[in-house]
């Protein structure tokens, strides 16, 4: 991408910060600054270009995103999307008077980003500077971007690749035995390591072969073949006790029995 899109991130979490950087930079865009408070992106913004600014509502400091929204349309003539986990009415209704360029709640799927923020910057209005029509260009540029798959997320036909301090590790399916979800992270466990990933557990568990994999329990995705011991109650794998749902107890139960 040349010329790349300048954007800073506002996020008080470091873990969903870093994720988001990661997805940002494979699309090709350049960024500026990766920041938790309201104090320092004021200072990423007064020393540096910046085409979008990435806001989360909740900041790590008494001032909150939407302070920051209400900074940059009083000082600034740059779009902003609040990414945040907070979608309920109120929240909404606050956020609104500052007049965002996008909402997007978390979590989110890289293509999500994109799109927010090319749609954001090819409907800004940057009153008449030739701007507007310098990002539609961009948002031309990037088409071929927008069908890339995340690579965190490609499925091969025996494996996928998740993402561990900056590398992409291949992890054969018959190497995963369970996954555990964390909020808006899953944490998949192998033989000798984990790798934490940001997804839905109902939306991975589309991804992995049927015939092995099977959701337990509301928190748990377990491997069939990797079940050491079962009881009423649980299932152990790895020598770590699951608990495991009526339906899927009744399920293992009767394929014990067969």
């Given amino acids: 991408m040349n010329d ?18 990661t997805m940002l930079e494979d699309i090709g865009y350049d ?14 913004l007064k020393d540096n270009k910046v085409d979008l600014v990435l806001i989360d509502i909740i900041l790590a400091s008494d001032k909150t995103g939407i302070d920051l929204g209400q900074h940059i349309r009083d000082n600034y003539n740059i779009p902003f999307i609040f990414v945040t986990s907070n979608s309920d009415r109120a929240t909404v209704e606050i956020a ?4 965002p360029n996008g909402y997007l709640v978390k979590p989110f799927e890289q293509e999500d980003l994109y799109t927010s923020i090319e749609i954001a910057l090819s409907n ?8 507007t029509e310098e990002k539609t260009e961009k948002v031309e540029l990037n088409v071929d971007d927008s069908d ?5 997320n490609a499925v091969l036909k025996d494996s996928i690749f998740v993402k561990k301090n900056n590398l992409y590790y291949r992890v054969q399916y018959d190497d995963i035995h ?11 466990n192998t033989a000798d390591k984990k790798f ?11 991804k992995l072969p049927s015939n092995y994999f099977y959701r337990a329990h509301k928190s ?16 152990m794998i790895k020598d770590e006790l699951i608990p495991i749902s009526k339906e899927f107890r009744e399920f293992i139960l009767s394929s014990l029995n067969s």
């Fill in 4 to 21: 790349a899109i300048k954007i800073l991130i506002v996020e008080d979490n470091v873990i969903i910060a870093d994720d988001m950087q």
């Fill in 31 to 44: 960024i500026v600054g990766n920041v938790i408070d309201f104090e320092q992106a004021t200072a990423v």
């Fill in 96 to 99: 609104k008077k500052v007049k």
């Fill in 124 to 131: 800004f209005d940057y009153g008449g500077s030739g701007a």
């Fill in 148 to 152: 890339r798959k995340n690579v965190s």
């Fill in 178 to 188: 369970f996954i555990k979800a964390d909020n808006v992270y899953l944490e998949i």
């Fill in 196 to 206: 934490l990933v940001r997804s839905a557990l109902k939306d991975y568990l589309e």
């Fill in 220 to 235: 748990y995705i377990i491997n069939l073949t990797h079940i050491q011991a079962v009881n009423s109650k649980d299932i």
